[in-house]
C-alpha cells in the first residue's frame, strides 16, 4: 500500500467524521430549538423535524462509512495478495479460507455502496421535500398577496362612493 492512498485515506475519513459531525450537531441544534419554537406553524415543524431527521441519519452513516473505510486498510492488504496470486497463475484456485475472504471482501463493498445510495436516496427525498416545502409556501404567499389587493380594491371602490371616473 503506497502513503499517497494511505494519506489519502486519513484525510478523507477525517473529512467524513468533521462534516458528519458538523451536520448531526446542527440537526441537533434545529431539533433542540423546534421543541421550544411557537411561531412555526404544525406542518413546518413537521417538516423541519423530518428534514432534521433525515439528514441526522445521514450523519449517522458517514460516521459508518468514516470507519468502514479505516477497516478497509487492514483488508486491503489480504485482497491485494489474493487478486496478485490470481494474476500470476490465472489457473490459481483459491482455498477455503481465500473463498470465505473473497466473499467478505465483496459483502463489506457492497454495504459500502448501499450505505452510499442510502445517503445518495436520503438527499433525494430532502431536495423534494424542501421543493414541496417551497411551493407550498409561494402559493401561500400568492394567496396572501392575492387577498391583499382585493382588500385595497374593495377599500379604494367604498372611498369612490360609487363615483365611477
Known amino acids: 500500500?503506497?502513503?499517497?492512498?494511505i494519506v489519502f485515506g486519513v484525510l478523507l475519513t477525517i473529512i467524513l467524521l468533521g462534516m458528519a459531525g458538523f451536520f448531526g450537531w446542527r440537526q441537533l441544534l434545529t431539533l433542540r430549538s423546534l421543541r421550544s419554537a411557537d411561531n412555526v406553524s404544525d406542518e413546518d415543524r413537521r417538516y423541519m423535524s423530518r428534514q432534521a431527521w433525515r439528514r441526522l441519519t445521514c450523519s449517522v452513516?458517514?460516521?459508518?462509512?468514516?470507519?468502514?473505510l479505516a477497516m478497509h486498510?487492514?483488508?486491503e492488504p489480504a485482497a491485494n495478495e489474493l487478486a496478485n496470486k490470481k494474476q500470476l497463475d490465472p489457473a490459481h484456485e483459491f482455498t477455503p479460507a481465500?473463498?470465505?475472504?473473497?466473499?467478505?471482501y465483496a459483502v463489506y463493498w457492497a454495504i459500502v455502496l448501499l450505505l452510499l445510495l442510502t445517503i445518495v436516496v436520503l438527499a433525494g427525498v430532502d431536495f423534494?421535500?424542501?421543493r414541496?416545502?417551497?411551493?407550498?409556501?409561494?402559493r401561500q404567499i400568492q394567496a396572501d398577496r392575492r387577498?391583499?389587493?382585493?382588500?385595497?380594491?374593495?377599500?379604494i371602490r367604498?372611498?369612490?362612493?360609487?363615483?365611477r371616473g
Not at 1 to 5: E, K, L, P, T
Not at 61 to 68: H, N, R, Y
Open 98 to 104: 481465500e473463498e470465505a475472504f473473497t466473499r467478505t
Open 61 to 68: 452513516i458517514m460516521v459508518v462509512l468514516a470507519g468502514m
Open 132 to 138: 414541496r416545502f417551497g411551493l407550498r409556501h409561494y
Open 158 to 163: 367604498s372611498q369612490r362612493n360609487g363615483h
Open 147 to 155: 387577498a391583499m389587493i382585493e382588500g385595497e380594491l374593495s377599500r
Open 73 to 75: 486498510y487492514r483488508l
Open 1 to 5: 500500500m503506497q502513503a499517497s492512498q
Open 128 to 130: 423534494f421535500a424542501i
